[in-house]
């Protein structure tokens, strides 16, 4: 048997083996950096300072002092920390310096979710118990037993727990939480980072909730964030917290030395400039590194990516690697499941695993040396996030990044300088989001009347309050507006999902053992739990035979085929009302509110490996109403009759195309979080029209940015249609002539032409 | 740009539920009380504190009055026979007079906990020397909890014996919530004692009634029918209804509930309590006496529970045989304990009493001849019942494997 390779002998391999070194485009290396450090600050409690000392610490990274100062002089702050930087620190020395200095005080933690607070819990406290101090951490959570949540609502120094359990476990029943909330100094907000889009702006009104309940009981905390490398950390931290924020942005912990390597599959068909599948490559890559004993951590951008993915990796273990050495992780798996690959990794029984985006997030599973990464995941902040995970302390590590055909990975790949030099992303909320907003003023005037003058997080909603009145939730007497409902306000509203009520998935495979296996929110369902439809979890295919759409429930059967699913939506949009006009060279581009109704219409059955069309049907679902905020601009109607309406529409879609995957690059979104529909006679003014709207009711800020950098992301979508070297479109900029039409690429660049100021001949309107 | 028009568009993608629109109100001036005459003829009268007021409403009934199968005045013989009675049980009512007892109850504008979940009504019935009196304090409108809570806590003064029905788990704690909201306006909450009959009634009705809400023990145990009653969770509707149009008329009838309410729990405690209390057995059914010595045996008062036990015939003999054992078992009286087990093991097809025996022969008589027998006898019957659980089943046959493998190794030797 041939002997394991090291990584070093396996990086070699890779940049001189003809199979691998041809599709390489970038290979940059990323130095070790030594670490800056300061010394512990006076004022820290001898005791707390004893058992870091004894910890080996005995100094700290300068980003660890500045927090402690800041927090100490009662300033709230972010810092700005990469994996592995010792960013816990940055909160846990001021918390545990303030309540070792004054027991009573209490600090309230947030994490974005229920198992980073499991793995902070474990860590303060082996710090508490080395001080051997009388001071508790808790987490509380839906697992925390009552007999427990006693003792934490009383007692609880520390309380470690999730915006989600805040928002409908903890502010609706705050006076359980007197102590807690009459004695709070603190509140930390880990990976602040994550609360952007809908659940950031949901999140935003719960700390403005949590603020109300803080001054109602006389404490008034300061707040202490941390948070990726994105473009705007501290006005997110300003936006979600109302607090006025300092920036920390000295890390001055250590990196070992990084190898990026951008790799782009080798094109298969000249003339369609098609690449060879990434997954695929990715598979490839994953294997050498797998095989030769380098733990690995593979991302794809879908589930469905993630199970594939799976499915192929996993045949290593039968041949090579031993049973369940290779994991899948994604939302959608159950607690349990996922507390078990997150151990597996950390002991290594675990070699390998698969992940969506839920691992970028800083779950504890210890250090891995190779990440791969299937398609760029769409944003630079996302890429360093998951870069993270391999390497996280100072050995040797390398990332590959795979890219796909589509134009944004083949524009980030063919531009590495975007990547390596451009400032990562923004992330965007919208706390005043009408639906959001109302939803939580509703749980606010639950927990507590509204007084007249009275704002919410500084935004005037008297219009609400009285809204709310006309609706019989609230009443209006004298000068205060009181909860008055039978209902409990925050069950109906999910921090999370798009779509308030999700559809639990049932596998009926067994009958004896008819189970629940995971849940999916109801837009996606509409075209991944459609009837027929093949869903994938952990590797294993189901076929959809029920999907109770008005119960909320898909019964599904374990099913063994060589084909996956893919559904199209049917869409249509009216102008509500438009809010901001701009002009652009030929015609105008506008931002206002529309309503969609979208419809899933038909699916087809994809072959796996050569992804050939081999089968379709209807789907046969209601229609979803949404309304929500968009931007959009038109071409004169005379073009139909001057291009002909084929063509029009096949450019139109080609545009439609390039732009949905260069509007991404401009707002941190996924690239269904913002929708991109071009209509070839609009309903509101019959002219050809291309949408961009918010997948969210009321929407999060997306299109809004669009409208905003318009003219720059025309100009890259110019930039990347004028660039391609296909002939007549190809997956990386306007989509396969096959499905978009043989003229879509000529005649999507004459639009984007027209739209940039050329072609001033044409000027009719 | 108007938000108003926005947010009727955006209509339903909010939570809002069914609403009709609601009518424009105007707000009443708070001095001047609305339909006043009509709450005099309830009763009740306005509280005021600070401008703010809320209804205070009392009631009396005479000791004789006959509530359903009960008269009130037998409260004052259930609580002399409990302080007669030597034994403890959270029933009982030792070392009190039965005007130490408040019956209490609250109707709130939704159902479980939650800040938002307002108590519109307190009320308590007390036994006093004048009969039996009725208190209820009312919130006529949401901003007037601080009157309410200062009429209701100046009235009682003393909390430490409330009779309720599931106060433990939603009056009691709902009360102190919305207190906690006052707190710096009102007196504090005195220490509390309680009795909560919902537990009696789970422990002597659960198997023989569809449902222990408290109308169905009313009418199947205190012989007690309600006239024209509104349904509890009709109420929230009603107090809804009555903000926007204060017509005491619209709210007079979840004020006759919660006094019915208050009433019957006198009642009930008479009623429990002679159960509890009946050590013949003479008007209790078989079923009501076996729930009665379990109780007793619950709460620690062995002896008593045995000689209840003693008394069980019908259904429960059996159970009330075993526990009966059991007792004996752990008072050292084993020889009367065998006896039970040994007719049991021969009578029955229940195996815990071979069991017993086989642990009383392996290791107190070390006679593993009758150890292996017994043993075995119960593996037999265990082996003959149907099980539901799986994993348990195989830990249960595991214990047996193991007992009957040591006591053969031990017969051996």
Redesign the interface.
Known sequence: MERKKKLPQLLDMFQHEEKYKSNIVTWKTIEPKEAKTAPFPKGVAPVLREALLNRGINELYTHQATAYEEATEGNSFVAVTPTASGKTLCYNLPVLDTILKDPSSRALYLFPTKALAQDQKSEINELIDEMEVDLKGYTYDGDTSPTIRQIVRKAGHIVMTNPDMLHSAILPHHTKWVSLFENLKVIVIDELHTYRGVFGSHVANVIRRLKRICSFYGSNPIFICTSATIANPKELAEELTGEEITLINNNGAPTGRKHFVLYNPPVVNQALNIRRSATLEARNIAVELLRNNIQTIVFARSRVRVEILLKYLQQLEQRELGPRSIMGYRGGYLPKQRREIEQGLRNGKIKGVVSTNALELGVDIGQLQACVLTGYPGTIASTWQQAGRAGRRQDESVVFVVASSSPLDQYMITHPDYFFERNPEEARVNPNNLIILVDHVKCAAYELPFKQGDTFGGEDVEDVLEFLTEEQLLHHRADRWFWMNDAFPAHNVSLRSASQENVVIIDQTTAANVKVIGEMDRFSAMTLLHEEAIYLHQGVQYQVELLDYEEKKAWVREVDVDYYTDANLAVQLKVLEEDQHDQLPHTTATYGEVMVNAMATIFKKIKFETHENIGSGPIHLPEEELHTNACWFEFPESFVQTMGENRLEEGLLGLGNVLRNVAPLFVMCDVSDLHVTPQIKAIHSNKPTIFFYDRYPGGIGLSERVYQELGLILKEAESIVVGCECESGCPSCVGVSGETGENSKETARYLLEYLRGEHSDVTEG | ?S??G????????????E????PHIV?QP?HSVPHLQKWRDLDASPFFLDGEYAFVRTKQYPKTYQHGRYVFQELEDVVERWNSFHRSHPLSSKHLNPSDLLFFDTET??????????IFLLGYSQYTEKGISVNQYFLP???AEVPMYQAFLEDVKELKNLVTYNGKAFDWPQV???H??IREQVPKLPQFGHFDLLHGARRFWKNEMESVRLANVEEQQLGFTRNEDIPGYLA??LY?EF??DPDPELIAGVLKHNEEDILSLITLYIRMSNLLLDHEGKSLSAAEQFQSARWWEAVGEEDHAAQLYKQTTGRHEREARKALARIYKKQGSLDKAILIWEDLSESTNDEESDIELAKYFEHKERDYEKALYYALSGYQKWKNKKRILKDKEESERLQYMKRIERIEQKESR
């Open positions: 740009m938000r108003k926005k947010l009727n568009r955006m209509k339903k993608h909010m939570n809002l539920g609403g009709e629109e609601a707000d708070v504008t939704g159902l479980g906990g939650g800040v938002g979940n307002t409108s949401p901003g102190k919530t919305r906690t909201l929230p509707m809804f903000v926007k």
